[in-house]
């Protein structure tokens, strides 16, 4: 019933920034129950690791290895989310995936990719 679409992936140089963007979209009572929204990545031979979510109120959390560099940020009346990732490195490199909560589901995007390499 939530709908998520990821985009703003791209190659970017280390030190570099990127913005990535998530839309949720559905029917209206689902996505008015849209408690969490956030995003988790995923490297080549890797495990799906959370990075970072924004409840509906604005509170962030942060996984260790990006606090300081990416920041997370929602706009409750579009339903949108945002990852402002800066000061990137080679290991930051991943398929990052939009989720969101609602009720009791979790939907998740089909992934954008980011490539921080030289």
């Known amino acids: 019933q939530v709908r998520v679409v990821e985009s703003g992936g791209g190659l970017v140089q280390p030190g570099g920034s990127l913005r990535l963007s998530c839309a949720a979209s559905g029917d209206i009572r689902s996505v008015s129950r849209i408690y969490v929204m956030g995003w988790y990545r995923q490297a080549p031979g890797q495990q799906r690791d959370l990075v970072a979510t924004c409840t509906t109120a604005g509170s962030p959390s942060y996984a260790d290895s990006v606090k300081g560099r990416f920041t997370i940020s929602r706009d409750n009346a579009k339903s949108m989310v945002y990852l402002q990732m800066n000061s990137l490195t080679p290991e930051d490199t991943a398929v990052y995936f939009c989720?969101?909560?609602?009720?009791?589901?979790?939907?998740w995007g089909q992934g954008t990719q980011v490539t921080v390499s030289s």
């Open positions: 989720t969101a909560g609602y009720g009791s589901n979790i939907s």
